[in-house]
């Protein structure tokens, strides 16, 4: 018996963006062009990240960034990147990058636009050199009404206000996930045709899982509600929570956030008493205002420990903040241990 081979149709990200089934909740064509504009920077670091040693890419920049972090070559040359390509859109009025130390205005002699994009360049630079997945991360703000000239502050928007968040992931395959508000969707790139494709739409997190991740070297100085849940987790079905854990850990908050879009799980990357004045290593504005966007637009729960992380107002550019995000009843339960200490 021969069967006809059905050839399913694929859906670019641009048409998916300008699609009908948005219509509910359409997307203003300047954010549709930024987006875009946003997949190609993506896809231009996706091939550097793919030259590696080839192309001399690999290793310390020798700078550091505003935090005290080394620089590697990857970090300085995905943010030249995502600034060159977007600089002259016309759809932006200014950037900000955890690898700068304020915001890059977007100079008068070029177009000004409405919306201001946050990136973090390259992350999970201490994967790099060892050839592990990596990402981008940006989110993107709306431009304050007539706030000109654009300074620091017309940043400081709270999570819930982003129009649109996404990474993309430089893993065994780049693949490109983007909310505007409106869910949460996955595109891979296809080199050949230079074009991410749908290849995952209405991604939902299970709300319940079995799978933690956590830089367990840091256990002795967390606070106790996290030392809790994570014994807990650890005596499996012998303790509370009755069932065995598995734990992950990539050091790449893009693929360890990935892998729980994908099939749950619960991420901390908690405050601890090594620097007892950081809220926490990861940053609010970078990282985890963009991929709480993503986690709640996808059935699940992000928290700082105390409230819900797209509710926090920042008060700085580069504000640090505690993460705990994933599936909903485990981040709930964090929160309620948090709550009774
Ligand atoms: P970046 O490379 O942008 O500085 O971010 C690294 C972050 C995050 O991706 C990851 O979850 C975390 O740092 C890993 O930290 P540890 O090395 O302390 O585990
Ligand atoms: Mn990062
Ligand atoms: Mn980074």
Not at 56 to 84: C, F, R, V, W, Y
Request: aromatic share 6%; glycine share 8%; charged share 15%.
């Amino acid at each position: 018996m021969s069967t006809a081979k059905v050839e399913s149709v694929k859906i670019s990200l641009g048409n998916f963006l300008r699609s009908d089934n948005l219509t509910a909740n359409p997307i203003a064509k300047p954010l549709i062009a930024l987006i875009e504009n946003i997949s190609q920077s993506c896809q231009m670091i996706s091939k550097a990240v793919n030259q590696g040693a080839l192309d001399n890419i690999l290793g310390s920049a020798g700078s550091g960034n505003i935090q005290g972090e080394t620089q590697q070559k990857l970090d300085i040359l995905a943010n030249d990147m995502l600034i060159q390509a977007n600089e002259s859109s016309g759809l932006l009025a200014a950037m900000a990058s955890e690898e700068l130390d304020t915001i890059h205005v977007i100079p008068e002699h070029l177009q000004q636009g409405d919306y201001l994009l946050l990136f973090d360049p390259l992350d999970g630079s201490s994967n790099i050199d060892v050839n592990v997945s990596i990402g981008t991360i940006f989110s993107i703000l709306k431009k304050p009404q007539q706030d000109i000239p654009i300074t620091e502050s017309d940043f400081l928007q709270a999570g819930y206000q982003q129009v649109a968040a996404g990474y993309a992931l430089y893993g065994p395959q780049t693949i490109l996930v983007l909310t505007t508000g409106n869910g949460v969707q996955m595109f891979t790139l296809d080199r050949h045709q230079a074009t991410f494709f749908l290849t995952r739409s209405a991604v939902k997190i299970p709300v319940d899982t079995k799978e933690f991740a956590i830089n367990m070297s840091n256990m002795r100085h967390w606070a106790k509600p996290i030392q809790q849940y994570v014994s807990e987790c650890l005596a499996g079905t012998t303790g509370p929570l009755q069932k065995d854990f598995n734990m992950r850990w990539v050091a790449s908050m893009v693929a360890d956030v990935h892998r729980i879009l994908t099939r749950g799980g619960i991420f901390m990357y908690p405050w601890d008493q090594r620097e007892p004045n950081k809220p926490g290593k990861l940053r609010l504005m970078y990282e985890a205002n963009p991929m709480s966007f993503l986690i709640e637009q996808a059935g699940g729960a992000s928290i700082n420990g105390q409230e819900h992380i797209l509710q926090i107002q920042p008060k700085q550019l580069h504000e640090r903040v505690s993460v705990i995000l994933g599936s909903k009843n485990e981040v709930d339960r964090v929160l309620a241990y948090h709550q009774s200490f």
